[in-house]
Nanobody, 127 residues
């Protein structure tokens, strides 16, 4: 059984920062998985935000967060981190952490490739 637990969400003013964490508890080896973050705003479909390969050597971001968000991982702690800076009201969403057993960052980052999901953490950015 794989359990992903997100934390770090909250309410922040535009221009502020938050750091999301995703702790993974699993019988499998966390370091084998690529990890990703997705988000879902009210009334919208869930969308890809960022992904990182098993060793942190490769990352990918959706265009709207490039230069503002940074994804990193600590395999010794079974945790991934999403540092979000210069937040905008349009970043408001529930953020989900997910694991891809392939291990590398795919060219197609559709959510169907991510097998394991957390429950989500709410991020609200006020204007």
């Amino acid at each position: 059984q794989v359990q992903l637990v997100e934390s770090g969400g909250g309410l922040v003013q535009a221009g502020g920062s938050l750091r999301l964490s995703c702790a993974v508890a699993s019988r499998l080896t966390f370091s084998n998985y690529a990890m990703g973050w997705f988000r879902q705003a009210p009334g919208k479909e869930r969308e890809f935000v960022a992904a990182i390969s098993w060793n942190g050597g490769s990352t990918k971001y959706t265009d709207s967060v490039k230069g503002r968000f940074t994804l990193s991982r600590d395999n010794a702690k079974n945790t991934v981190y999403l540092q979000m800076n210069s937040l905008k009201p349009e970043d408001t969403a529930v953020y989900y952490c997910a694991g891809d057993p392939l291990g590398k960052v795919r060219s197609d980052l559709h959510e169907r490739f991510f097998r394991f999901w957390g429950q989500g953490t709410q991020v609200t950015v006020s204007s």
